[in-house]
Nanobody
Framework: QVQLVESGGGLVQAGGSLKLSCAAS????????MGWYRQAPGKQRELVAI???????NYVDSVKGRFTISRDNAKNTVYLQMNSMKPEDTAVYYC???????????????WGKGTLVTVSS
C-alpha cells in the first residue's frame, strides 16, 4: 500500500504565496504521474497540475503562470508552489499519485486526505 500525506496549507492574503508538499510512503516500487487536485465548496474536484515521472508538466489554465508543480523522486515527494494567489484559489487541495507497490501487478491510483488553502481578499 501507498500513503500520501499533504502539508503546507493555510490562510494567505490575496497576492501571497504558499507551498504545498505531498510525501508518498509505504511499500513503493515506483511512482508514475503525481498531481494536485482541488475542490472548492459546492464545486467538483478539478485537476490543478500534474507532473510525470520524467518531469513533464501540465496545468489548468486558471493557474498557468502562477503555480509550479515539481517533484523529488528520491524523496517520493511532489510540491506545488502557489504564487499571486487569488480568493478563487480557496479550496481543499488533494495530492494524487499513480504508484506501483511491491507485490502488486498494476499501478493503482492513490489520494491524500487533503489540505485546506484559504485565500482572503
Amino acid at each position: 500500500q501507498v500513503q500520501l500525506v499533504e502539508s503546507g496549507g493555510g490562510l494567505v492574503q490575496a497576492g501571497g504565496s504558499l507551498k504545498l508538499s505531498c510525501a508518498a510512503s509505504g511499500s513503493i516500487f515506483s511512482i508514475n504521474a503525481m498531481g494536485w487536485y482541488r475542490q472548492a465548496p459546492g464545486k467538483q474536484r478539478e485537476l490543478v497540475a500534474i507532473i510525470s515521472s520524467g518531469g513533464s508538466t501540465n496545468y489548468v489554465d486558471s493557474v498557468k503562470g502562477r503555480f509550479t508543480i515539481s517533484r523529488d523522486n528520491a524523496k517520493n515527494t511532489v510540491y506545488l508552489q502557489m504564487n499571486s494567489m487569488k480568493p478563487e484559489d480557496t479550496a481543499v487541495y488533494y495530492c494524487n499519485a499513480d504508484a506501483l507497490a511491491y507485490g502488486q501487478t498494476y499501478a493503482r491510483n492513490y489520494w491524500g486526505k487533503g489540505t485546506l488553502v484559504t485565500v482572503s481578499s
